[in-house]
């Protein structure tokens, strides 16, 4: 089977000679789900598998957005689980186990049956494998930036190998995490530094504040700034001028380059997923979630776009209420 002619459930295939544009949609607000990440994870295996693809362009189907964040409703329904804290250690050392056992015939579908929290270790499992996957390619990812683009779906869009935005000011970027008590779970702490340089990266991760479009081009997020009308065009055309490249080659070349620093990728992955599933378990990201849900519900939007100023600030949870 071609990739073009997979039936997924919330991405929208076209293929124009070697270049495959994936349409995102999940309306309103387009965060991303499990569902999105099966999809990602269903296309980028086939992707591998057909010769026809040179490049694969993300994009949005809903106006003004791209990959706001992961669904917060999801990720909630992990933290309401009745665990203790947890330190790290005990969670990685959890952790590699439950990824082993996942990868085994029938153990996805073992996971799924699990409940919450089945189906979170899955979503870990399957968004590490994916985000490797797109970086040990012979093909091409871009974004195409369209909208904000804050946590997971900053993680996402950090795992394709060019990033083009539009120049609008919708467009926001950013690692929000530790806003809600916990750290970013899908490769930011470990792409950031590698990508804008440590110093940088701590600020963006501590602060938790998302950055305009502007600054992200600055900082170097983004690699171009394109006007809003134009932005599935320019990303399109330059997909196509990749997408001839040699796929062997392209392959080789993202292999060097992104395993170009000390500690290999995929263990630096499984530290931060650690780290993240711990945080995870403070009373702090419990009433994070909880407060969250309050503002989403106010706002019908997430408060990180509709109303970040409290979150930013550090007002909205006092840790004195934690």
């Known amino acids: 089977m071609k990739a073009r002619e997979l039936n997924l459930e919330t991405l929208r295939l076209d293929q124009r000679g070697r270049v495959l544009t994936a349409f995102y949609s999940s309306p309103p607000l387009n965060f991303v789900t499990t569902a999105f990440l099966r999809d990602l994870d269903q296309l980028t295996r086939a992707v591998d598998r057909d010769r026809g693809v040179g490049a694969v362009v993300l994009a949005s189907d809903v106006a003004g957005r791209f990959l706001t964040h992961a669904d917060a409703g999801e990720l909630g329904a992990m933290a309401e689980l009745p665990l203790p804290e947890l330190p790290a250690g005990v969670v990685l050392a959890f952790w590699k186990v439950v990824n ?156 060097c380059v992104y395993s170009a620093t000390d500690r290999p990728l995929s263990r630096g992955l499984d530290r931060e997923l650690a780290a993240f599933l711990a945080t995870g378990t403070t009373a702090y990201a419990r009433r994070a979630f909880q407060e969250f849900a309050t503002d989403f519900h106010t706002h019908a939007d997430t408060p990180f776009v509709a109303a970040p100023a409290e979150w930013v600030d550090g007002t909205r949870i006092p840790q004195a209420d934690s």
């Open 100 to 255: 082993r056992v996942i990868g085994l015939p029938g153990g996805a579908a073992t996971a799924q049956r699990l409940g919450p929290m089945g189906i979170g270790l899955l979503w870990g499992h399957r968004w590490k494998k994916t985000i490797l996957r797109m970086n040990r390619s012979g093909v091409v990812y871009l974004a195409a930036i369209s909208g904000p683009t804050l946590g997971g779906g900053h993680e996402i869009a950090l795992a394709c190998d060019l990033r083009y935005a539009a120049d609008d000011p919708r467009v926001v970027l950013g690692q929000i995490e530790i806003l809600a008590g916990i750290i970013p779970g899908g490769g930011g702490t470990q792409r950031l530094p590698r990508l804008i340089g440590t110093g940088r990266a701590l600020e963006l991760i501590l602060e938790g504040a998302p950055v305009d479009v502007h600054r992200a081009h600055e900082l170097g997020l983004v690699h171009r700034l394109v006007a809003a009308d134009e932005l599935l065009e320019q990303t399109q055309a330059t997909a196509a001028r990749l997408a001839n490249r040699s796929r062997s080659a392209v392959a080789a070349a993202k292999s």
